[in-house]
């Protein structure tokens, strides 16, 4: 590289920095080619971390005190299961990250006990940064929020329940 162009790649170079954050790219890699024999390499990348979200844990689940029933065990086994199985789950689509708001400090979309109808929006998921609206599938109230604002969330994960 001969001193002329020492100027400009420096330019070049920053600008190749300015456009790998600005498109959220973790490598740009390019060849500038001055010659036959006067080419320059650059490969820009940053490092980046990946930090693992704690999943949310449900609230345990309180028995009042009461006389046994039969019926007792029956609802036991069926608080226990998978809430994806449930009848009124509400899955997700896709993976992504889950937002119960449409930006940060803004009312919920939805908060449990209340009344949706079909197509209003219960959250919303960014996938590629792309926001998603998430439509409640029908009418009804709802039950149990399963998600937390700002987690990520995969395919077929179980977001809401709607009875």
Known sequence: MSKDHT????????ALAELLNSNDLTEISVKREYGEND?????VSKQVQVVAAPMPTAAPMVMPAATPTAAAPVAVAAASDDPASHPGAVTSPMVGTAYLAAEPGAEPFVTVGQQVSAGQTLLIIEAM??????PAPATGTVKRILVADGTPVEYGAPLMIIE
């Open 7 to 14: 100027t400009a790649d420096v330019a070049f170079i920053q």
């Open 129 to 134: 940064k792309t926001m998603n609206h998430i």
């Open 39 to 43: 080419t320059l390499n650059v490969k």
